[in-house]
């Protein structure tokens, strides 16, 4: 079956320093996999995809990804974060059949940023 | 162009009423999903519609359901309401082709008491 884990439930790290979040998929077939952001109270913000080609794909706001299929990973990275990027993060596998689909959520890592 | 709104932004029900949420998605997209946030579960599918039609559907008991208007707006419904419940809920609509990545709306949150 399909599933997405994401190993760290909370992280903390300081501001200038740099982050990687963790993602690990289980998925038959060639992934789509996705990074979507959500702060408190809100609905999910898409960071960036991955469909195929380049296995490092570049998204919104300095983050990337790096799809490593020999791994089963799609960790997201950042240089440098900022206090604005606190907030709670999801990697997600597009299940898809044909034309129809829906994502498949890992639990989500929790970003806390100290000054 | 507006993204995917969901109204109402919060809603408070009693125990074994009902609930209609609305969803309206970004213009020109035609397939519109929902989804259920929660603190233990975790985000999870509630279905799927295109065109009117339900193509694809979660694990969720039949007191949940929805449907798709021609003008690709949906609204899902939750019949005899229980505390669990409460939750956020999100819509989300994408365009069809190679682009499967889904828009969400800012959610409804359903707080069951």
């Known amino acids: 079956a399909q599933s997405v884990t994401q190993p760290d439930i909370h992280i903390t790290v300081s501001e200038g320093a740099s982050l990687e979040l963790r993602c690990n998929y289980s998925?038959?077939?060639?992934?789509?996999l996705f990074w979507y952001v959500q702060s408190p109270g809100q609905g999910l913000q898409l960071l960036l995809k991955?469909?195929?080609?380049?296995?490092l794909v570049q998204g919104i706001k300095g983050f990337e990804a790096e799809f490593k299929r020999s791994q089963s990973s799609f960790n997201l990275r950042k240089p440098s974060v900022h206090w604005s990027d606190a907030a709670e993060y999801f990697c997600?596998?597009?299940?898809?059949?044909?034309?129809?689909?829906?994502?498949?959520f890992g639990k989500g890592t929790k970003l806390s940023v100290k000054p | 162009k507006a993204g995917v709104t969901q109204t109402p932004r919060y809603l408070i029900k009693t125990r074994g009423q009902q609930v209609t949420l609305s969803c309206s998605p970004i213009?020109?997209?035609?397939?519109v999903s929902w989804y259920q946030q929660t603190p233990g579960q975790g985000l999870q599918f509630l279905f799927e519609?295109?065109?009117?039609?339900?193509?694809n559907k979660g694990n969720f008991p039949g007191r949940f359901s929805g449907r798709q208007f021609s003008n690709s707006r949906s609204e899902m419904n939750v019949s005899t309401l229980e505390l669990g419940d409460s939750a956020l809920y999100l819509c989300?609509?994408?365009?069809?082709?190679?682009?499967?990545?889904?828009?969400f709306g800012s959610g409804t949150r359903l707080t069951v008491v």
């Open positions: 989300a609509s994408r365009t069809q082709g190679a682009d499967y990545g889904y828009t």
């Open positions: 998925y038959g077939a060639t992934p789509y």
């Open positions: 991955y469909f195929s080609g380049d296995t």
């Open positions: 997600a596998v597009g299940a898809y059949g044909g034309s129809q689909g829906n994502l498949i």
């Open positions: 213009s020109g997209h035609r397939s």
């Open positions: 519609y295109f065109s009117e039609t339900q193509r």
